[in-house]
Nanobody, 127 residues
């Protein structure tokens, strides 16, 4: 079992920055990919960025150049640095983890592939 706890959400104005954190506990060594998703009411959960155990990363086209994913293995913590935030980035952001077999290049945006989820943290960007 893996427990994921997000923090760092909040409200900012357009153009601002936030950094989200996701602390993993339990058996994080059993996971291969850790990712950030976001969701707005009425829409499907959207993959934002992924970090694989072999250090490969990927980010969605919608946030490329603005968001960066990183991981501190010593702390078992995943980060999402979000810069140049826009109102359309407003969503609940979730941390997720998947076991071995996931790929940071193929299928990583499919939320059904992830076994573990955090409780989510709200990010609100005002214009």
């Amino acid at each position: 079992q893996v427990r994921l706890v997000e923090s760092g959400g909040g409200s900012v104005q357009a153009g601002g920055s936030l950094r989200l954190s996701c602390a993993a506990s339990g058996d994080p060594e059993s996971t291969y990919c850790m990712a950030w998703f976001r969701q707005v009411p009425g829409k499907e959960r959207e993959g934002v960025a992924v970090f694989a155990r072999d250090l490969r990363t990927n980010v969605a086209d919608s946030v490329k150049g603005r968001f960066t994913i990183a991981k501190d293995n010593a702390k078992n913590t995943l980060y999402l640095q979000m810069n140049s935030l826009q109102p359309e980035d407003t969503a609940v952001y979730y941390c997720a983890a998947a076991g071995y077999g996931c790929s940071p290049y193929i299928g990583w945006t499919n939320y059904r592939r992830y076994n573990y989820w955090g409780q989510g943290t709200q990010v609100t960007v005002s214009s």
